[in-house]
């Protein structure tokens, strides 16, 4: 092998190893680009837990004391006699936001449609009080998790007589 020869031979290998970097460089940055993205999703679920903890603890404080059903009664302004559906109201907020919280972790990919139906089922639909609260309600909500339970009520989901089929 003569000299031309070697040395078209290294820059051939010279190239398949620039190549080859590249490619390693493209793949890493193509890891790095998926981590980024499920280290942000985790942040932001563990934001909204975090949220959707303080505003239930807000609620469980009105459901399990008169005085601070009053309090936030007053800062509504409740009637007097309005004040103790605010127990009530704060329970279905309860359930409701429990829900919201699983149809935010299947939008994110966290769970499947059958966790998220499991997770809405306890949610009080089954009764009209539960359905007329959703009805006046669910503004407070986003415009995809009023859909989709608006959806699930339309097929029956919460149906009493079907409750225990699904």
Do not use: C
Not at 117 to 134: A, H, K, M, V
């Amino acid at each position: 092998m003569d000299r031309q020869q070697r040395k078209d031979l290294l820059e051939g290998v010279g190239i398949v190893a620039i190549v080859g970097s590249l490619v390693f460089v493209g793949i890493e940055t193509k890891n790095s680009s998926e981590q980024t993205e499920l280290n942000t999703r985790a942040v932001e679920i563990a934001a909204y837990q975090q949220l959707m903890s303080n505003i239930t603890n807000a609620n469980a404080q009105s459901i399990m004391s008169a005085e601070a059903a009053a309090i936030i009664a007053e800062m509504r302004g409740l009637s007097e006699s309005e004040r103790e559906s605010t127990r009530v109201n704060s329970a279905y907020f309860q359930q409701f936001r429990h829900g919201d919280m699983a149809f935010f972790m299947y939008e994110r990919g966290v769970i499947d449609e059958g966790r998220l139906q499991s997770s809405l089922r306890p949610i009080p639909l089954y009764r009209e009080r539960g359905r007329d609260f959703w009805q006046r309600n669910k503004r407070n909500f986003v415009k995809t998790y009023q859909d989709y339970v608006d959806a699930l009520l339309a097929e029956g989901f919460w149906d009493i007589s079907t409750l225990d089929e699904k």
